[in-house]
């Protein structure tokens, strides 16, 4: 048995009960899995701003949402695309795990919901009516519609939590670092139930200009579905997405006792920094490795517990070969017989959301004994030589999973779910 994180506190069991997503792939959490499992990407041409003019002009767009069915008019106009997504995929996370807020446990519901970006869009709009209006007609709802932590603080308005209240802000792991850190507060007893994921929707011509000019996105514009290739030879970047992972956790007694539907427990949670790169991952993956080792020491868990990989694989030549390094080194001889699948195949990279949805496909796949493919798996590049599922889900039943996610500054993040006996 691996060496455990030794902690003062004592421990609790911690429960996935629901899940909430809002996808390219689809708005909700079954549609989504379903086009996951079936293969389906969910990228097409940018169709919410002119992108005639950027090397890419392909995206992860959200498609066919109506923030009205959510929320009020009038919260729907204060805020941000990334605060509506919040608050749909946490209706839907909530009505998944059967679970009403109410006076009695309000006060120990904590909601942990970050974003890599923000309010991109808000910004952006209101920049141009400065501009063309003067100061006097900036709405003062601009700043609270449009800073990162108004998701989970919207969230927790229109729902009631009163528990802690946070939102991480770690680029790309942002999502992953919300679900372990509001794990460990019902762990550690700050919490009993918690709200959490990621959330962003920066579908701007900013936010893509910026991506675009680190030459580190798919300009693979004449077939966009074909466009997110990980590990495959021929992938030429990432493909930027937008949406809204949300997961509802609780203490494992309190779960069982009311019970709920627990798609997994999680076990255990990691987390490292490079010290390398302000965008670049090392190249042999030692923040990788070390995130991943942290996350089973405090799962208790060894190696050869692991079954299946969601990986962070975001389709880029650096970081691909990266994360297979990684995995080679951490899980030795043991990682030919893993399954790893990055879903980033399909619906491209969700940004700060992306560590919210994947934990959520994860918790599935061990819940429902199916892995998710890797789509457009044609031929994988050199050194990745892992069992990358490719192209077609798998019926193979894992009792134990890890979800990675890594961001901008060397930021990492790692999470251990395993399936919970009926």
Known sequence: MADSVSSPYPRRRVAVTGLGMVSPLAVGTEPTWEAIVAGRSGIRAITK????????????????????????????????????????ATSMALADADFTVNDDNADRIAVTIGTGIGGFPLIEATKEVLDAKGARKVTPFFIPGAIANMAAGQVSIHFGAKGPNVCPVTACATGLHSVGDASRMIMHGYADHAISGGTEGAMTPLAIGGFCSTRAMS??????????????????????????GVVFLEEMEAAQARGAHIYAEVVGYGMSGDAYHIT?????????????????????????DVGYINAHATSTQVGDVAEVKAIKKVFGDHASELAVSSTKSATGHLLGAAGGIELGFLALAIDRGILPPTINLEQPDEGCDLDFVPNEARDTQVECGVTNSFGFGGTNASVVLKRVAS
């Open 219 to 244: 300009v693979r514009n004449h077939e966009p579905e074909r466009a997110s290739r990980p590990w495959d030879v021929d992938r030429d970047g990432f493909v930027m997405s937008e949406g809204a």
């Open 280 to 304: 670049a991952p090392h190249p042999e993956g030692d923040g990788m490795i070390r995130v991943m080792r942290a996350a089973l020491s405090d799962a208790r868990a060894e190696p050869s």
């Open 49 to 88: 701003l002119d992108a005639s003019e950027f090397p890419t002009r392909i995206a992860g767009e959200v498609r066919d949402f109506d923030a009205t069915d959510y929320m009020e008019r009038r919260e729907v106009r204060r805020f941000d695309a990334f605060v509506h997504y919040a608050v749909a």
